[in-house]
């Protein structure tokens, strides 16, 4: 399942625009937008070393947060942040308000399991079209990844998004199609010419 909820502390803020993002930058914080659940959208700021942890500690995007603002909490899922390009901390993130029964859009990542009792272990090469899949699902229960099993898998062989067991309420927005997440194919050259060459190589 996805990762354990927490909690960020944040003030609202009072004025908006380029000036005072400076600002907040300056002493620390980030700027962000809470919207969604038909209420206006909310300014914010929040603690810039809170926000990058979690960031970089994974799942950012597929978690449910708890906002507190002027004493009243707010559950939310990250929906966008931005870094700046040159020095990589974050600029801005986009909330959205969510409760137990919302139903959000969330991009997934894709787990490969059992490469070795695959053609992968004979010299088949995974060929990953989807590193992420774009899934509805309910806000209180969003998977923290997908595991695609390559047991059994062979050369020319290609993995659908119907060979992958979704969790109950979830379902995948691309919905016309039994679209691609991986195939395997065959090593350029094949696996003797490959085997032959790397001596010459060297």
Known sequence: MSHASYELKAEARERVGKGSSRELRRNGLIPAVI??????????ALSTNEVTKRIHAGGFMTTVATIEVDGQKIQVLPKDYQLDPVRDFTM????????????VSVEVPVHFVNEDKSAVKLGGVLNIV???VE?????????????VDLAGAKVGDSLHISAVKLPKGVRPVIADRDFTIATIVAPAGGVEEATEEAPASE
Not at 92 to 103: A, I, K, P
Not at 135 to 147: G, N
């Open 35 to 44: 919207y969604g659940d038909k209420q206006a959208p909310l300014a914010i």
């Open 92 to 103: 801005h993130v986009d909330f959205l308000r969510v409760s137990g029964d919302t139903e």
């Open 130 to 132: 989807r590193h992420e």
């Open 135 to 147: 899934l509805y699902c309910p806000a209180s229960d969003i998977p923290e990844f997908l595991t």
